[in-house]
């Protein structure tokens, strides 16, 4: 069975960082584009970062572009997001998926609050 498990969302003052990790089991992460997508309030999903088969990162989109960075870590079969410099619109249910377009499975998410 594939799960994707997200943890490390949390509350942050503007400004601040957060680092989110995706467990993932039933597959391995390194045979696989793996992705970050996130909802913010009342808005659409958007994806935020991947990484390639290789290891090699995707580029970001520009609402994140120099702040956010993707990592993978294949030896405990787990992908993270760092995030630095964060700022209220980064508020959002942030999630792991395998794949990018299309996505085959997702996490349920973790909630990053954003606010002073």
Known sequence: EVLLVESGG???QPGGSLRLSCAASGFTVSNY???WFRQAPGKGLEWVAGVYTGGS???YPD???GRFT????NAK???ALQMNSLKPEDT???YCAQGWRPVGYWGKGTLVTVSS
Not at 70 to 73: G, K, M, V
């Open 92 to 94: 959002a249910i942030y």
């Open 70 to 73: 993707i990592s993978r870590d």
């Open 77 to 79: 079969n787990t992908m």
């Open 63 to 65: 609402s994140v572009t």
């Open 57 to 59: 990162s995707m580029p």
């Open 33 to 35: 584009v793996m992705s």
């Open 10 to 12: 949390g509350l942050v």
